[in-house]
């Protein structure tokens, strides 16, 4: 969980207690709330999110600035999944298919996980594109659950994509 994990756009490296103001107010934002079922933190909240280490909470930076957040969770099967945003202002330049293929690469292939999996609403189509262009495959199309208020994708990583999202021979 320590290593800074490099995209050819990006770095992602681990949130630290330095980050907490940073990632209330990210989450406080309706733009980003909307994807994340309107769910928001204190600054305790999140202290203590940090601390239970329930999954592993990374910053998303492009040429070393902050842009957005992704965390990792860990399944029983040996894979796990991904959760990101971007802040509003850096979407639709790339970063987020960097990050997400740079950080799924590395915990296929250096931290042993069989698969990566990634969940986004249907009605959600840029973060679906973005997911696509950072190498993961839709699998399943489900309907609303505990976890999910509307029809979402399950998602798998393949690692068979480049930078632009198209099939590697």
């Known amino acids: 969980m320590g290593a800074v994990i490099r995209g050819t ?7 630290t207690e330095a980050d907490v103001d940073m990632l209330v107010a990210w989450h406080a934002d309706p733009e980003v709330a909307r994807f994340w079922d309107g769910e928001t933190f204190t600054r305790e909240e999140m202290r203590e999110r940090l601390a239970r280490r ?25 894979g ?25 690469t590395y915990l296929r292939h250096e931290d042993g996980w069989t698969r990566v999996t990634v969940d986004p609403y249907v009605w959600n189509d840029a973060a679906i594109r973005a997911w696509e262009r950072a190498g993961f495959v839709t699998v399943e199309r489900r309907p609303p659950d505990d976890e999910h208020t509307s029809s979402w994708l399950l998602m798998v990583f393949d690692g068979q994509r480049g930078a632009s999202g198209e099939r590697r021979a």
């Open 54 to 78: 329930e999954v592993d909470p990374y910053v998303v930076e492009r040429d070393g600035a902050p842009i957005g957040y992704v965390q990792a969770w860990r399944s029983d099967d040996g």
């Open 80 to 104: 796990g999944g991904l959760d990101m945003f971007l802040v509003p202002n850096a979407r639709g330049a790339g970063a987020g298919p960097d990050a997400a293929r740079a950080l799924a």
């Open 9 to 15: 756009l990006t770095a992602v490296r681990p949130a």
